[in-house]
């Protein structure tokens, strides 16, 4: 048979991995429930137009990454490339903007084809909140510090946290004209994607990561000089309100981020040590959004964050700490099939007791069993033979003192509980 192996860009999570995303979803969903952010889970692909109409027409990922395809119906569907569209969509489909403020979070995977390399895939999983209603600085603040403080519990790694304003309906077209008068004078040098950029979606040139490019958006005119007062005292407070919770953004300019969708405040935070592909998250307010779907207008503030980088950043050190509590805490070791047999009845009780027991069926010898029980972080083993079983007994060894001591069977559940709880 061929080597069989997983589509390029994706991954498999194995048992031996599993428990770190197990522990690190944990702590999303204890955070934002902290947070008052209630968990939304939406379909893995929704009609193309969703994405289309909401990250943008002249986007790397509407332009080149979407895993879009047509249904045995016809339609147009696409793999979510991100949960912002999708969260705006559910929201009006079932009228939850009535009651605002609406604060919701998710988490699972996303489609992007990209070219995969050290922290970009192309079946990815983000976790993110979107709080939909609040116009002010405080909702913006907020978003902020749940993805700082997500960060600072599971990783080790310095974050660095980047803000910028991308300025509203009423200042954004000046700027937009100056940048594009711009990006004109110069057009000779740009890339040919930013030239071709520069007629559908010219802010996003400033997004451009190609070398030829870096010049000409370095001399670009900056956003800051173009905000109007509402943007600017907007700005004002957010990044006094990060600062009066201990957070410092630093203001960059450069972040104007890859979806068209946003306004004013956009952020990014980024970790040391992860290469090129080092942003952990990205986010920003999006006023604009819910009227684009033909919904009411609606203000909202949202952020996303990679749990792969997130892991990534985390480190082995952390990767210890994150497994919690182990897979095995009590080993059930046989001698022979009439004792496994025995056992099977007493494994399940002890199962149905809340502890985690479980046997090796394949009756290998006794010392390998109790090896592999140990590196399962088994900290009990239940040893039963031909003997033991005639006397109504079990032989009770200590894991870590190496201790043995026979124990009635009817007593065994009891025995066991009081060493796991010493
Ligand atoms: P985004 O910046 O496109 O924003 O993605 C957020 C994060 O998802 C990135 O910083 C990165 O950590 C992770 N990510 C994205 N693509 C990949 C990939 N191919 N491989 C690994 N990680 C990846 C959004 O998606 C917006 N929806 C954020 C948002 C929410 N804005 C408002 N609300």
Known sequence: MDKRTAP???????????????????????????????????????????????????????????YTFTDRGGRSMTLRPEFTAPTARAALEHNLLQNLPLKVYYRGPIFRYERPQKGRYRQSHQWGAECFGVAGPQADAEIIALGMELIRRETLADVELGINSMGCDVCRPAYREAVVAHLKDNATTLSENSRERLSRNPLRVLDSKDPSDRAVIATAPRVDSYLCDACREHFTAVRALLASMGITPTVDPKIVRGLDYYTRTVFEMSAGGLGTQNALCGGGRYDGLIAAMGGPATPAVGLAMGMERLLMAAGPRR??????RPRTEVAFVALDEPSARSLVPILHAFRRAGISADMDYTLRKVDKQIRA????????????GNDELARGEATVQDLTTRERQRVKLIELEHDVKERLAR
Do not use: H
């Open 8 to 66: 390029r860009g994706t991954f498999d999570i194995l048992p031996t991995d599993s428990n770190r995303w197990l522990a690190l979803e944990r702590a999303v969903d204890e955070l934002c429930a902290r947070f008052g952010y209630g968990e939304i889970r939406t379909p893995i692909f929704e009609s193309t137009d969703v994405f289309v109409r909401t990250i943008g027409e002249g986007t790397d990922i509407v332009d080149k990454e979407m």
């Open 319 to 324: 990767a210890e700490s994150l497994n919690g």
């Open 373 to 384: 029980a140990g590196q399962q972080g088994a900290r009990v083993a239940v040893i039963l």
